[in-house]
């Protein structure tokens, strides 16, 4: 599980399934450039993903989506790790984005900032301490 000031974000797995989490921002990032909080590669019945995670506070979601594309399409590190998933074996490799949050947009506000930044988001999951952890599992 990840988690940060009360956001929390899991990824369940199943059999012959395996996943590694990778804290980005301020272990594998270790610089002041601009990142998003961290990673999940995954592994199982011939598909890989590499899902990128900002765990943010209702007010700065804007700014997830400006980490999440500046970590994608800027950071040298987050190419060698997707490649090193990439080569790890048999299947397809996916990437993916999400943003875990006590706050919501509107679809159409999503839209607007993903044709900004040019990234897709998976999905805006709500986290509240009160509620049930979001799983990436139902997204990916």
Not at 18 to 36: H, Q, S, Y
Not at 51 to 59: N, Q, S, Y
Not at 135 to 140: A, F, N
Request: aromatic fraction near 6%; include cysteine.
């Amino acid at each position: 599980m990840l988690e940060e000031q009360g956001k929390k974000v899991s990824l369940s797995l199943r059999a012959n399934e395996e996943a590694k989490a990778l804290v980005l921002d301020g272990c594998v990032f270790t610089n002041n450039a601009m990142k998003c909080d961290a990673m999940y590669l995954f592994k199982g019945h011939n598909k890989k993903v590499v899902a990128l995670v900002e765990l943010k506070g209702a007010g700065d979601i804007p700014h997830a989506f400006e980490q999440l594309a500046y970590t994608r399409f800027q950071r040298a590190e987050y190419g060698q790790l997707k490649q090193l998933l990439d080569t790890s074996g048999p299947g397809q490799m996916v990437e993916k984005a999400f943003i875990v949050s006590n706050g919501m947009l509107s679809k159409p506000a999503i839209e607007r900032l993903e044709r900004a930044h040019g990234i897709r988001v998976g999905a805006v999951l709500h986290s509240e301490p009160s509620s049930k952890v979001p799983d990436l599992r139902e997204w990916l």
